[in-house]
């Protein structure tokens, strides 16, 4: 299957992407702000906006808009 895109990686769109990901779906979670995909992909979390929830497998953090 195709993996779901959600747009913005805030708390909303973090979540979201967790709720899914959780769910047995490839994730694809966009932001604009290429530091902060840095951080989800080092960190494994959001802590910005959802500290010490780690990210399940499936969430692949992106900053390029046509991946």
Do not use: C, K, Y
Request: aromatic share 4%.
């Amino acid at each position: 299957t195709r993996p779901i895109a959600l747009l913005g990686a805030g708390s909303w769109g973090t979540a979201l992407a967790m709720l899914l990901a959780r769910n047995g779906q490839q994730v694809r979670l966009w932001d604009h702000d290429p530091e902060q995909v840095a951080s989800l992909r080092q960190d494994g979390e959001n802590r910005r906006f959802l500290p010490g929830l780690p990210l399940p497998e499936g969430i692949e953090p992106q900053a390029d808009l046509a991946e």
